[in-house]
């Protein structure tokens, strides 16, 4: 699997050369038509990989924590496609290629145009919802333009409208002997003076108007009150139907549409009749009661990006710019104009279509009786709703709604969006990379989630997945195993071929856990009984979750489970953090809790989260962790740094004179690309070293500073043993399983688990105060199966100091260890937000049913 050749010359240059056309001109095109094929793979700790992906088909990467697949995944498959569709772009794009950090890799052959679906945030404008991520809100539009009824948004009345066309056939029709007057409305029941409409009267060469009611010579046009409202309509003609006169009416209409901008109307004695008849027509969209009158209904009438259906008030944000929690009170946080709301569709408006569940406003919208016509324009567009969400139902959507800011969804709700939407475009021949995307997921719906997968690569894409979830590694067509350890100790392939034929046969961890032969860590099963000390939150009020009580037994290992949109976050992260936080602070509790007791136990509360620690290359594990100026001193201390002159500030990257200054001490360059997100580039000058050539000879037992900026944690361990202030934090990020990171790896590169456990390690360095609250939130993000094993230790030991440890996890061999679980359910949205039980993990399988008892009784 692993060969030692040396890239040559020759290997570099053709590597880009591995364009699909070209491959598929191979002698042996039929391989390289069926498989991806990476050859000599070295990015960051790979050993000269070779791999054989094949194409259309799901293949799954899977390693401990560090093992080198985000490397093969992301940093060289993904990277290299993204290259070579750069070079197809124009000259512009190509003059970076040279600076971009190329894949370290002899070729790839095969490769498809790749594309990421990944959990960042960075792409999606704080505009974006998930209807417009998902561009199911574009169709909406479509929708609503075609076919939904609008009304005056002053008076309610139905605006309608008619093509001229029409406006005549109904006039012609009028029995011969009618008496037909037919005039053109001007003002409808507006304040002021009109006198520009009443000149315009008689520059058209009218010569009756009737205003208020009453009719008018042009010579005797009365003086308007200004502050009054009037209704003015100039006379067209009065005719008197007769076979031959249909030109002249038809003239008339013309006339009056011109001059009032769309409208006719006609007052008709029938020669049955003594009274006349008011009727009034327009071409377009205006409420004929009120005269209000709309532009062209279109999609972008209903867009909150446009200024055509922006709210004005808010510019379609739908709360007070900057101000997020101040709803816009012009239009109720709907983000549109009145006009916009005012159009209907069967009594909702699109924002009240947007407001329900996703799977609740499929079902409204198949049920729609339209009729004939409606329903030709109508159907295909409900048929392309309807089937895109129909998508993001299959992956465990189905509580979102359309209108939810895409910047409030978890990082594994948002991948889960993209892939519904990835799905739902169709694509062909492409090599789609996910990164775990069972993350957030119950096991209740991997197997919907693999469907998704499988949809997605039967249309003919290959789908290369990371992933560490049994269920997802089960279902694989090939499943590659790297490893056998994170940073230098892994890089290479371990195994790879069929789950199965891995099961039966192989050797790694991977294989051993899939035959079930890994022990896993037993409960602990601290007791919690009825007296015991606890934290106690009354009458919960938010999203989902409506007086909603729960107890935090205290100095346990806490699970709280539930599916995707239950509320876990909602119980956990608003109601328990917000009200811990607030109390310790001093401050009233928050809105939505009504009273909380048993916070007197706790003196402090850590948030571990999977936000990142840091957006700039400038932060690093070594500065995030409090132990990089102590690295600092012991350089200033050696005879090298003292003969020079150098003190602790000289080895800084971020200020003073000791760093490089073509890149300002952060060892790459940003160029920002105006198509695509902004790469960095390796500094010219110093290479990635951050410092000046002079702080760079100071060297300590042989290795200069920048060297130990590039040492894992592992390797620093041993190397600044004898200084406790560095060896402690260090330490601790090698028991939460990061010993393979570097000491200075930007923390733009880390992934959300990673920098979860970073903080994690920050806090277990700090002394703990044994009455500390700890929150977690996915820990086993990221997380091989061995790793969770060393997690689980890290979790248990600092209860048994006396502190409380709170996870939301899915990861049902972290749950079983937990000494209390709490599960919330029983689906997502308006389904769930209820506590379906509180117990031992073990009774509560037993005594309970929900989709976390089912997937527990799975288990064992
Ligand atoms: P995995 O995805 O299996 O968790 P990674 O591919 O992310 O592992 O990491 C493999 C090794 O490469 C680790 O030692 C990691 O620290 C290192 N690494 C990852 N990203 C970078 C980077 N941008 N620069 C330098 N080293 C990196
Ligand atoms: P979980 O953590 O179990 O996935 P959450 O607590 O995030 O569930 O969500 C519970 C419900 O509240 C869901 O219906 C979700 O859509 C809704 N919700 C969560 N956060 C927000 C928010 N910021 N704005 C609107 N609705 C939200
Ligand atoms: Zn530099």
Redesign the pocket.
Known sequence: MKSNRKPSAAAKRTRNEATPESADQQPNGNVANRFIEIRGARTHNLKNVDLDIPRGKLTVITGVSGSGKSSLAFDTLFAEGQRQYMESLSSYARQFLDQMERPDVDSIRGLQPALCIDQQQGSVSSRSTVGTVTEIYDYLRLLMARIAVPACHQCGSPIERQSTMQIANSIHALPIGTKLTIAAPMVIGRKGAHADVLERIAKAGLLRARIDGQQYEIEDLPTLAVRKEHSISAIVDRIVVREDSRERIDQAIAVSIRLSNGLVETEATLPSADSPQFKLYSTRFACLACGHSLLEIEPRTFSFNSQYGACEACQGFGHVPDQPDQVCKSCEGKRLKKESLAIRLDGRSISDIAMM?IAEAAQWLSQQKLDEEKSKVGQPIVREIVQRILFLQEVGLS???LD??AN?L?GG?LQRVRLASSIGTGLVGVCYVLDEPSV?LHPRDTDRLIESLRKLQKRGNTVVVVEHDETVMRMSDLLVDIGPGAGKFGGTVVAQGSPESLAQSGTSITAQYLRGEKEMPASRARPVDQDHPKIQIIGIDK??LHNVSVDFPLHRLIAVT??????????VH?SLADSVRKTLAGEPLPKYVRRVSGLEHIDKLIEVDQTPIGRSPRSIPATFCNFWDEIRKVYAKTRDAKQRGFNAARFSFNTGTGRCEACGGQGRQKLEMSFLADVYVACTQCHTRRFNRSTLAVKFKGKSIADCLDMSITEALDFFDAFPKISTPLRCLQQVGLGYIAVGQPSTTLSGGEAQRIKLANELAKTDTGKTLYLLDEPTTGLHIDDVVRLIGVMQSLVDKGNTVLV?EHHMDLVRCADWLID?GPG???A??TIIGAAAPKDFAARFDSPTSQALRRLT
């Open positions: 569940p509580y979102l709604t939810r800011s409030t978890s709700e957030g999203n989902n539930g599916v995707s949109g239950s509320g876990k976050s909602t119980l608003d939301v919330i997502g949205g308006d769930g937000g």
